[in-house]
């Protein structure tokens, strides 16, 4: 079911004085968003987030470039835990920024996810998800020597789900999103942010 949800306008503070104001998300399709709740969820934390702030892209992750496990293609099967912002970013090949557009308290990221240099089956699977979670989505499939691309995709954060009432087993959030490379190919891969929603 497609609902439209209108974001209140808050209050900044808590945000970087570069955001640009909360804007309105309309036609909001449940299946086409990565789920950072579970359906038993939704009503304990109906409030959800109140606001989505656009930034400058920013690159979270390059394989191209990372160092040590960042670095080099996903071979099948393998799972990558990522941050979004923080000094981490830089070692994950990402923007030598470190993102600071991006809060350490992001409810959710929209992402740009790209695969590249890409070998194996056809129809390969990366699945992305909140770090912690038990659920998630796929992100892209991708083919043998084609690169593939998902532009905008909303994927809740383990600080989101945590406050949502859905910490991770250890209880406390030490990456924020977990990619899964499928069995069947691998490749290089990148993702940009381009904003992030944020809670009460």
Known sequence: MTKA???????????????????????????????????????AA???????YTITPCRILDTRLGSGIYAGKLSPGDVLDLKVSGTNIVLQGGSTSNCPDIPPNAWGVFVNVIAVETEGQLNNDLGIKPWGS??????????????????????????????????PPSGTCDQDLTLTNGTGGSANVVIDVTGYTAGP
């Open 134 to 167: 038990s659920r998630g989505a796929t992100a892209i499939n991708y083919d043998p020597g084609i690169f593939a691309i998902n532009n905008g995709l909303l994927v809740g954060t383990c600080y989101g789900q945590s406050v949502s009432g859905s910490p």
């Open 46 to 52: 109906a409030a959800g987030p109140t606001a989505v």
């Open 5 to 43: 949800l209108t974001l209140p306008a808050r209050s900044r503070g808590a945000h970087p004085a570069s955001q640009r104001s909360p804007i309105l998300l309309a036609a909001f399709a449940a299946s086409a968003l990565v789920p950072c709740l579970a359906p038993s969820q939704a009503e």
